[in-house]
């Protein structure tokens, strides 16, 4: 039997296998898993706590980063890089099972499953480029003593079957939306999930809409403050009423829109001179106005 094929139809043949092997090896390397270890120290930026003790750290993309209990030690982000996009790992996530605890700045491409134990201290900077999933199918408690947690897209709080989550603010900034797509922030919208949300110092700040289920809750004390992008306030006080949204017992939440903006805060005294902000004290003599940034 004899077959007869054309030059072109080879070259065509050898590009498509060509082809096929540069998707094929470009999946593989985008998809390089790396688990924490913690066999040396607690340093985020040491190759040798890590499974694959060859990643470096200026050249990240390309890496999934998957933070577990370590042993012995838990894993610490102290430094970091803001300006230089190769620093961002493909992906960052934290299992049941892991302590992380974040001094530093990190921007992951991707962070679908933060679950265990997140602690972001006064110095953190931890910004997802993408939608941010906090307790997804297991459980997180993540408490943000003063640094900054920032999501492009929107925030999930207990999400997937199982999920539930514990997110404490102290102070700093839960920010949900930077000039990115789906702009939620979502608190078990599902029957059978749970969350609260603990607003003791800080702001929490939505670019679009909140989305909060019946097994959801939000408290607000202190000066710690909650706001969503637009006019809100049938929604925030809705809350109120049916116990989703409360506040420090004997006190009361006041909802106000600025035109652009709806918060939800505990009022402070009308007829002090000074007021204080989570980010900043102002002082208010006469027609004289002096805010000072913390």
């Given at each position: 039997m004899y077959f007869s094929i054309s030059i072109k139809e080879i070259l065509s043949r050898f590009i498509l296998i060509l082809f096929t092997l540069f998707i094929f090896t470009s999946k593989n390397k985008a998809q390089n898993l790396v688990t924490w270890v913690g066999g040396v120290n607690t340093d985020y930026f040491n190759a040798k706590n890590w499974s694959d003790t060859t990643i470096v750290f200026s050249s990240m993309n390309n890496n999934h980063l998957t933070i577990g209990a370590g042993s012995p030690s838990a894993c610490l982000l102290v430094g970091g890089n803001l300006s230089n996009v190769a620093y961002r790992p493909g992906k960052l996530n934290v299992t049941t099972a892991g302590v992380f605890t974040c001094n530093g700045i990190v921007y992951p491409n991707n962070s679908d499953?933060?679950?265990?134990?997140?602690?972001?201290?006064?110095?953190a900077d931890f910004n997802n480029r993408n939608i941010s999933y906090i307790g997804n199918r297991a459980n997180c408690n993540l408490t943000i003593n003063g640094g900054k947690l920032t999501s492009k897209n929107g925030t999930l709080i207990a999400t997937g079957t199982g999920g539930s989550a514990t997110v404490t603010l102290n102070g700093g900034s839960l920010t949900v939306g930077s000039g990115g797509a789906n702009m939620d922030l979502t608190i078990a919208n599902t029957?059978?999930?749970t969350a609260q949300l603990n607003i003791n110092g800080g702001a929490v700040s939505i670019a679009r809409n909140l989305v909060i289920g019946t097994g959801g809750r939000i408290n607000i004390t202190g000066i710690g403050y909650l706001k969503v992008a637009g006019d809100k306030r049938v929604q925030l006080n809705g809350l109120i009423t049916d116990g989703r949204l409360t506040c420090t017992a004997g006190k009361s939440l006041a909802v106000t829109y600025d035109g652009?903006?709806?918060?939800?805060t505990i009022p402070q005294n009308g007829n002090s001179m000074?007021?204080?902000?989570?980010?900043?004290?102002?002082?208010?003599?006469?027609?004289?106005?002096?805010?000072?940034?913390?």
């Open positions: 499953s933060l679950n265990g134990t997140i602690t972001l201290n006064a110095t029957v059978g999930l652009t903006t709806t918060t939800a000074i007021t204080e902000y989570p980010d900043s004290v102002v002082l208010k003599t006469g027609n004289l106005v002096c805010t000072i940034q913390k």
